[in-house]
Each structure stands twice: as structure tokens, then as C-alpha cells.
């Protein structure tokens, strides 16, 4: 079998922080490769890397043989390698057949004009989704089809350049078990064109039965390429989890309290999280882990008045507590540290001072126009950042943007302490900020817990819950599916919860 | 990065918030220079040109106040223009004490509240401040109506506030049939021209002056658009309301789960918009001594384009009202060179698009450089 690509040695980091570190793996015509790993082992990266979206620090890569080096994802795509995202890339106001010709279309000469060749473009079109299985007229705008059909056409968009290469990240999280299946028919289809495939997914047992090889990446670096004969989900999981836990954090310095402090009944949003049933005592820090799309960070929008629920009930502090803005909840006392803290955590071109104030304002007006307190509100937040150990400049004048992103982070944790909330819910704090940054953080959640607050702590990252939660309480597909107290914490357990083992599709 | 000391002059001019003032008093003086009609070529020229212009600033920088927080916020206010001129209509229909009937007989309202003596509040003492209060409440009742529609529907400001601008023009000149309504009272009349400072430059040889001699220094305009500026600015920078309008233009979601209650303060905002458009027409129309129904009709681009002048980003969360004095007093004496220099009316809008759009530049540059400056 001919090599497709090959990667030797490449490595990439994103402000300092390793995200792939000396991987090389080759994948072969025909063949396809399964790739797995935690979140934030560095699969989307590598990919990304491959697909020419981001670009290598060192290594190289070589195509057919031939040195290989993508200056962006035009450049890949015309190379031969087709990148089906979990985001897709197609345009949705425009047709299957705009979209698969986009490029270029074929033209036709009518006395001065060159025009596009309508009728070429259908046929070629029509031709192209029979291939990939789907009955549609080409001329079917794309927000009229579902998911899993825009998927196909993205390979048939694939297919139209002749790739020789598909890679598909998680594929399957938005298709419907029958589209599921067709997209696996269609993938043995294209193996056996001699195409090659990178098939990413989190559901172990669909990569065991579709790959012919199986890459594990943890940390950044490639733990092992070897034929699928030689796994099953146990070895998978255990290489993925890898090391034991060093002191990456810090020494747990309070005991939670037996005060119920959220007790959470039976919430149900259809469609998103069924019968939710969740308590969190005072002084206890709770880690809610599950995969990409369990429904995790959507239960605590629920949980904060960001999005509505249908039915069950949410009781605070022996308060049933009516959940409808944020604004109330926030009144209640419960803060939230949103998982993207550009987009919904901060006003990135805002002073520091400014971000610090907004959430406690009310606390420092003076009736009846809210004027504020400048003074005040200068002094309390000068204090927060002080505890927080934030480094800054004049913290009246200096944006938010400007600072790094555990910074960044301390900010978004400042405004919320400054409304002395008794519970907060934090939604990846620790996202995209360095190793000391994250022991900083972890230090803060340790002593509010010290201070009688419920932290419900939401991660990918099952190792940084292991290292800093009471409990654990895991999410799969918006349900409860499990729950480990602190002594019986185990991370192959943990894991077959959050991937349901033996519930996948094939 | 090195910068020379002529460069990194010009890098904190263009940052400074005076940067319009300068640019303002180095076009003023340069254009007094080349054109006489301006200024300096006789000695009443100049003073008696600074105060008119002055009147010319006022109504147009209580509206533009407005315009501001709409623009903080993120959204914009195309309907100020007729809500000038429905007040102005309305505020005038109920003042008037006589109304002729060749004019006004085919109004909607001709014999219930138009009538030949004149409105509902002709020739009452209280005609006036009812007059004037009705005028505030009706603008600040299509600002709610604006910003209800925006928060409730989700309707772009841009077509909500559009839709309020063809709506209410078109009923301002429904009721007037197009006509001016005149014979406001003395005490309403006074609110446009009234002075309280006059100024007489010169020798006092005779024991009268000239009325055509004295010029208003400070007029009631002066002082009710001030009054409106620093009002404002106060609630900018020193309220609740402020913060969170800055913490809505910079980004919505984050305002709203940082506890921003942000439909009640957009709402606010375009009331508050609204009432600063119907000031406006108090003055003008004051000033004018009517009520008219074309009032503001072609004001839009004069205050959005003021409004950006003084530094507010139509992107919203960024902006003040010392910015928007500035922009003001840059574009009325931008205007009268344009007019001194005696161009045809199309130059002069082409002219002030071209300005608008090196606003918006400077505001882009200004932005960049800034930005440069806090990585350093």
C-alpha cells in the first residue's frame, strides 16, 4: 500500500503552551485511520495542521511523497485533502451545486460573455450526489437540508476535486442513527476507491469497527500507531488517560459541609437535558464532566436563567428559586463563569476596572438617578484584584484584551466575587491558560469552597475534576448517567460513563 | 518600535479627545482668511458670524446628544428627523392662536383642533409650558415605541427606527397638508431667541444701539442645550445607566449575563433619543416661529455625521458628549465656510459625506493606535 501522507516530527504551539509536540503518523491509501484522545490531546490541532488552518512551528510533512506544506485551508483543499469539520464550511444560502463548484465553475463562451454552464453544473452535480447516495436536486438551497445530508455534499465537494484524503472530525455528533450509517457506508466506499480517511470521533467502539489503524494522542504527543488488532476500549481508554495525577494542584484545605446549598429536581429541557436531578453542598466543589455535546454547559446556562427549562424545579439555599434572567439569579447569588469568556465573559475593550464593577454596580448607587460610587467601586475592586494576585497596569485605563488569558480569567472571576455570590458555576475555568495560571485558579476555587460557597465545576478536562472536586457527577447525551464521590474517583470508570460504553452505534 | 518625536506628536493628537477642537479652530481661522464673508475683513463680520453660528449649534447639539447614547448602545436612531417634526406640528397645533382656514381647511383635524382662533390652548397663559410638555412627552413616546420594538421583536434598529421615520413624517405633513402652522406665543417664541448675556462690541457713542449691533452671547438655546449636554454627560459617566450602556455597545451577551437588565436600557436610550429630538424641535421651531412639518428632513446626516466626528464608534461602546460638542461646533462651522465659500447645495452634501468618511477613518486609526498602545 502507497503512503498518503505522512507527518515526521511536527509540532505546534500556541503562546508557549504545546498543543502537539513531535507527532508522526502516516496514513495509507485505502486505509483508514482512527484518532483518538482526550479534549485537548491535540487532535484538532494536528488536523488543523494537516488541513493548512494553522501552521507547524517544526516538522515537516510530505503528500504522494512529495513535500507538503499548505500556506492555508485553499491551499489543502486544492492539494487533495478534503477537511469535514464539525462546524461545516458550506455556504447556506446558496445551492448543493453553487456550493460544490464555488471554486470554479465551468464556463461557456456567449459572444463577449464567458457565463456559467448551468446545465454542466447540474449534470456533473446530480452525478456527484448519487455517488455520495443522496437523492436531491442540485438546485436545493443548503439551509433546506439536514445535517447529515450537508455532510455528504461536503464530500461530495470533496469527491467533485478528486481528494485523496478525507479527514472527518467528529462526524456523527449531529447525525441521526440512519444518516449515521450511511455516512459509514459511504466511508468503507471510499476505502475501497483507494481513498484515504482520518476518522476522529469519541465513540471508541464506532472507531474500533471502521479503522484499520488506530492513533491515541494524549498531551500533545503521539502515544502509539498501531493496527486495530491490537486494542480494544480498555487499552484505548487506559492510554489516553495516561499519567497519574502529580501535585498540579493544590491541597484541598476545607471539608464540605452536609448544608444542601442547590438542589436540583428533575429539570427537563427537551431536547437538550432530560430529569436532571444534581445537589451541591456549601464548602463543596462538584465536577459535572462529560464529552463535547452531553449537555453539560447547556444545564448550567439552564442553571443560571440564560436558557429556559420545560419542566422540574431548582431549589437554593431552601429556596425554590425561580430561574428566568440572569439578572436574578445573580440577585440570588449565584455567579457564572461562562465558558467563553471573549464572547460572553468580558468586555474585551473595556478597562479592567470597568469589567470588575459591572456585576456589583448596584451595590454602590446611590438612589434615585443610580449614580455611582466611584470611590467606592474603586476601592472594592482595587481589594478582589489584590487577592487575586492580578498583574496589571493602571487597571482604570488598560482594556481587558490586553492581558493574558489567565489573567483574563482572574478578571471574569473578580466581577463575580464582588457580588459575595454563594454559589458559582464554572464552566471550563481553566480553558486555554498556562499551568501556573491554572494552579492560581485552582487555589481561588479551593478557598471559596474554604469560604462555605458550592462551586459546580464544569471540564473536559477529567484529570484537573479529579484533582480538585468533592464529587463527580458525569453527562452523556443531556442525562445523568453517573456519579463518583472523592475516594472512589477513577478515571477509566469515569470515562466508560461519559462514553456509554457498549451503547454505540455498530 | 522607535518613533520620532514629530511622529509620536501626531500619534497622541490623533488620540487626544480635543483632536476635533483643534481641527476645528485651525479650519475655522484658515477659512476666515481666504473667505472675507466669514470673518475678519470687517469688524462686526466676525462676531456677529460667530454668534449666528452659535445659534445654529445648539438645537442641533441637543439632538445630537441623543443620537450619542443610541450609538453607545450599539444601535442607531434614524427617526430623531421626524420626531423634530411631529412634535413641531403637534406642539404648534395646540399653541397657535389663529389659524387661517384657506390654509388649513382640508387638515383632518380642521373645526375639532384646528380652528380659525387657533388651537385648543389659543390665547391661554398656559398655553406654552403645556405646549412644550406635550412636545417632550409625545418624543419621548415614540422613543419608547422604537425601543419597545427593538427589545420586544428583535427588529434591527435600523429598520425599526426607519419605519418610525417614514411613519411620522408622513403624519406630520398629514395633518399640516404641508403647511407651516404659525402664530406661536410670545413666551414659547422666546425659548428659540431669548438672550440672556448681550454682547455690543464698539464705542457707546449714541445712547441707543442698533438692535443689528448686539449680539446674543448667551440665549436661552445656549442654556437649555447645555443644560441637555452636561445632563448627559453626567449620566454617561457618573449613573448605573451609563455603565451599562458602554457594557451593552461593547457586547450584549456578556452585558446580559453580568446582570445588565438590557432591553430596559435600550428602551431607555431611544426615549431618551426621542426627548432630545423633541428639545430640538422646541428650539427650532421656537426659533422659527412655527410649527413645521419638514422640520429635520434632512438633519439625519448632519447629526450622525457630528456625532461620529466627535469620536462615537457606530459600532457601538465607545463615545461622550464632550466628543459630540466638538463634532457639533466642527460640522455647523464646516457648513458655513461651505456656504461663505458660496458652493451649489450638492457640493456642499457631497462634501459632507467626504468628511463623515474621514471620521470614520479616524475613528478606525484611532482604534488601531490605540490598541498598539496597550500592548507596549
Redesign the interface.
Known sequence: MSVVLHTNKLSKAFFGVPAVQDVSISVEAGQILGLVGQNGAGKSTLMNLIGGVVHADSGTMSLHGQPYQPRNPADAFRAGIAFIHQELNLFTNLSIAENIFIESFPTQRRGPFRLIDRSAVHQRTEALLAQVGLALPPNLTIDRISPGERQLVEIAKALHIDASLFILDEPTTSLTNRETERLFALMKQLQAQGKALIYISHILNDVLALADSIAVMRDGQLITQEPVQNFDVGRMISLMVGRSIDHLYPERTSQPSSEILLDVQGVTADGIVKDIALRVHQGEIVGLFGLMGSGRTELARIL?G?DGFESGQVILDKRRFTVS???E???SGVA?V?ENRR????????SIH?NV???A??QF?HTP????D?DAAYSSVRQTLNALQLKSGDIRK??V??LSGGNQQKVVIA?WLL?KPKLFIMDEPTRGIDVEAKFEIYTIMDQLAGSGSGILFISSELEELMGMCDRIVVMSRGEIVGEFARQAFDAKAILHAAFREGEALT | MKTRPLQSLLRRLLISEYFVLYLTIVMFTGAALIFPQVGLSNTLGLPFNISNQFLNMWPLLAVAVGQTFVLIVGGIDLSQGSIMAITSVVGAMVMSSALDPAMFDRSPFWGTLMRPEGGVLSGSPLAAPVGVLLMLALGIGIGFFNGFVITRFRIAPFMATLVSMIFFSALALWITQSRNIPSLPEDFIRLGTGDIVSVYLGEKTESTIPRREIFSAIAYPTVIAFALAIFGSFLLNRTALGRHMFAIGTNRRSAHISGVPTNRVIILVYMFSGFCAAVSAILYSARLGIGQPSLGNNLLLDIVGAVVIGGTSLFGGKGSIKGTVFGVAFFVLLLNVLNAARLSPFIIDAVKGGIILLAALLDVTRTRLVGQEGQL
Open positions: 443560571f440564560v434572567v440572569p439578572r439569579s445573580i440577585r457564572f461562562t464572547e460572553e465573559g468580558l468586555l474585551m475593550d473595556i470597568e464593577a459591572l456585576v454596580l448596584p448607587c438617578l443610580q449614580i455611582v466611584q488598560q482594556p484584551r490586553s466581577k457580588s
